[in-house]
Structure formats: C-alpha cells, structure tokens
C-alpha cells in the first residue's frame, strides 16, 4: 500500500463519507500526519529538549494570524511548583498528572491596546471583536503547535480545563489586563505509536457548498452515533447517576448530557474583569 492509500484509508476510518481522490490530483502523502492523528494522553517520562519546544513555538507563531495582530502568546511551563500547582487545577483528569510538558497557550489584546498608547491614536474596536479576534489567533497557534508536535512524532492534549480555574491560571502565570489563558496543551513523548482513531461526523454534515444546509441531519447523527458505539464506545456513560444508563449511548447523547450541567459559566465574567466589553 502506497502512502497516498494510506491516508485514505486513514480518512475512511475517521469519517462514513471519506471522500475519493482525483487520480489526477496532487500526491496526498504529506497529509498522512494530519488524517491519521489523535489527541495523546499516555507519555513516555522523556523530556522534550527545550529547543525543540521553541522551534515548535516558533512554527506554531508562523501560522496565519488576523490582520497581522499576532494575539497570541505561548507560555511554556518550567518551574516544577508552578507546574505542579497548574496541574492540580486540573486533577479530576487523572491523565494530565504525569505530562512532561505544560504549555498555555494565551489570546492577547493586550499588546494592540499598547500600540494605540505609543502612538497616541484611539482604539476604536473595544467590543467583542478584540476578545473574538484574539481566541482565534490562540486557537490557530494551538492548532499549528499541534501539527508540528505530531509532525515531528510527539504527542499532545488540549486541556480545555485549565480554564474552569481561569482568574487563578491569569494570577499564576501574571497575565494582565486583555491576555487572558485560551487553552493548556500537553506535550511529550507518546507511549503508544499509534493513537486511537477518533470519528468525526459525516463530511454531509460539516461541510457545504455554496450554502448552509441541514438535509438529513438527525438521520446522519444517529447513524454517526451507531458507528461511534461499534467502533469508538464511551467507556462509561456521562452522567449516569442523573440520567441513568440508556440501552444506546452515542455522541450526540454524550454530548446533550455534558452540556445539560453549567460549564465554566463564570468565564464572561473573568473576561470581562480582564477589561474586554463583550
Ligand atoms: C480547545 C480544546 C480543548 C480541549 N480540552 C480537553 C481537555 O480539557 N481534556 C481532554 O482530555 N481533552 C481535551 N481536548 C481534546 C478533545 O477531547 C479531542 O480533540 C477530541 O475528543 C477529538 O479527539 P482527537 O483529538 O483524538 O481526534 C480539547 C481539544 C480542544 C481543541
């Protein structure tokens, strides 16, 4: 099998309506570290060399940024106690004890704001834009920094739950007004070679030409949920002690019963402590 199959079979196993490639199209090789990923939560204890996480930021900070802004900062954990102190905000996720690394990864507004003061000029875009616009650089860097990593044969999580404890994770890490953390990303060797394939949703579903639609999307779900539940079964269901066990458990009920409790429902108001108006 040639690497080009590879990665569609890889795409087959991800998503019920992989698409086929043009025999005529370019050679989909290099895609191969992207189509067959997974978020990697088992590490080897080797370090990563510290040059090789600044190459990695580098390359993550070389992704596209809005308007040339580059609202988005890395901070790269060293001291063992603040580490140790960062991760037991997140304990209840028993995976993220051991990780080698600990990034977080910041959005930063911060910075314009500054440049308006040196030169004297107004900012004239203080409302939701400022704190959109710098999520998504610190998304697309993330996401960069993350590609690189699996790239190169290291393994990485997001740690969404860095920001349960947002003011505290600001308090440790000295942010200021307008940076504000987005996300921790885990970072190390991974023990196993190969990640468990995570399914996504039908291409039907997610992608669209020239307009929105939502054609068969229930029917697509449920047959989405039955693949997941062959194929990728939740080790146990969410909830059950509110909801019970139900016979069929896919992801879109996974889904409904993690959004059914209040998630981080204080980070409007952190945002807005860090002087965004929303
Ligand atoms: C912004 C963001 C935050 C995330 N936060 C967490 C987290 O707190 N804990 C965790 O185990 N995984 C987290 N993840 C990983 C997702 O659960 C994972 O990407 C998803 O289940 C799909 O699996 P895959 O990455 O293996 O394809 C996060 C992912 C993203 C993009």
């Avoid at 997610?206 to 068969?216: G, P």
Wanted: negative net charge; proline residues 5%; aromatic residues 8%.
């Amino acid at each position: 099998m040639t690497q080009h199959d590879i990665v569609i079979k890889a795409l087959r196993a991800k998503f019920a309506d992989a698409p086929s490639p043009d025999p005529d199209g370019p050679d989909l090789s290099s895609l191969l570290h992207l189509a067959s990923r997974g978020s990697c939560r088992d590490f080897t204890a080797d370090p990563v060399p510290r040059a090789t996480i600044d190459i990695l930021c580098a390359t993550a900070l070389a992704a596209p940024t809005k308007s040339d802004l580059q609202q988005r900062d890395i901070v790269i954990i060293e001291d063992p106690g603040l580490k140790s102190e960062l991760l037991g905000l997140v304990a209840h996720q028993g995976w993220t004890r051991d990780i080698p690394h600990l990034l977080i990864f910041c959005g930063n507004n911060r910075r314009q704001r500054l440049l308006h003061d040196w030169h004297g000029l107004d900012f004239a875009n203080d409302h939701l834009d400022a704190f959109f616009n710098a999520t998504a650089d610190a998304a697309i860097a993330m996401e960069a920094f993350i590609a690189g990593a699996e790239a190169i044969g290291l393994g990485c999580c997001p740690i969404s739950a860095i920001r349960d404890h947002a003011q505290k994770v600001s308090d440790l890490l000295h942010l200021p007004d307008h940076v504000f953390p987005f996300v921790g990303l885990a970072l190390g060797y991974p023990k196993a070679t190969k990640q468990q394939n995570s399914l996504r949703l039908p291409l039907s579903v997610t992608v669209h030409t020239d307009r929105y639609r939502e054609d068969n999307l229930q029917d697509n779900v449920r047959s989405y949920d039955q693949r997941r539940e062959q194929e990728q079964p939740y080790k146990q269901q969410r909830l059950a002690e509110r909801y019970g066990e139900s016979d069929a458990y896919g992801w879109s009920l996974d889904k409904a019963r993690q959004y059914s409790v209040g998630e981080r429902t204080g980070f409007g108001e952190f945002i807005r402590s860090k002087g965004f108006k929303l």
